[in-house]
Antibody, heavy 118, light 110 residues
């Protein structure tokens, strides 16, 4: 089955860290750029970060730059998001998302919830 | 990286057509034909409905269409059906090599 499965979400205190993982299946992971997109409770979608297929190009939203790090391991078929210095406003469902040519996201995971609260 | 501007809500009756606008700048919507539209039902992951301004992925109804003029893109849904009631988001590639989403539009089918 072609799918993306996120894990690693949970409750963390402000200033803490969390590492999200995404496990793809059913397609050749190493051929695609990947993204993290988040959605705060009751709010809209917010693009967080992207990484090219070979990790040669990495980009971040200004809101997370310097705090979050995206990475991937094509040999292990995994995508990661290391989140440091977490803030209350980082509370959201985090989606792992596959990007196709022309910057369209054609596959989304089910999301993992991250709650930053004291 | 300001969000693209969408109306908060639109509504229409079954069978009617509605249009959702998505306004950006020359650095995103106006500068590239890389505008996509996503449908998101409550509690679900988004679904790609339109890409490259006016292309439909396989399996998406031809009642959905897209267009662009200047810095504003639009999604039109014709022959509204109850199942179309959902949240809709536009997105665009930007000159910073990032993606930006719109704030989202809640479509109500009356």
């Amino acid at each position: 089955e072609v799918q993306l499965v996120e894990s690693g979400g949970g409750l963390v205190k402000p200033g803490g860290s969390l590492r999200l993982s995404c496990a793809p299946s059913g397609f050749t992971f190493s051929s695609y750029s990947m993204n993290w997109v988040r959605q705060a409770p009751g709010k809209g979608l917010e693009w967080v970060s992207s990484i090219s297929s070979s990790s040669s190009h990495i980009y971040y939203a200004d809101s997370v730059k310097g705090r979050f790090t995206i990475s991937r391991d094509n040999a292990e078929n995994s995508l990661y998001l290391q989140m440091n210095s977490l803030r209350v406003e980082d509370t959201a469902v985090y989606y792992c998302a596959r990007e196709r040519d022309s910057y369209k996201i054609d596959m989304w995971g089910q999301g993992t919830m991250v709650t930053v609260s004291s | 990286q300001s969000a693209l501007t969408q109306p908060a809500s639109v509504s229409g009756s079954p069978g009617q057509s509605i249009t959702i606008s998505c306004t950006g700048t020359s650095s995103d919507v106006g500068g590239y034909n890389y505008v996509s539209w996503y449908q998101q039902h409550p509690g679900k992951a988004p679904k790609l409905m339109i890409y490259e301004v006016n292309n439909r992925p396989s399996g998406v109804s031809n009642r959905f269409s897209g267009s662009k003029s200047g810095n504003t893109a639009s999604l039109t849904i014709s022959g509204l059906q109850a199942e179309d009631e959902s949240d809709y988001y536009c997105s665009s590639y930007t000159s910073s090599s990032t993606l930006v989403f719109g704030g989202g539009t809640k479509l109500t089918v009356l």
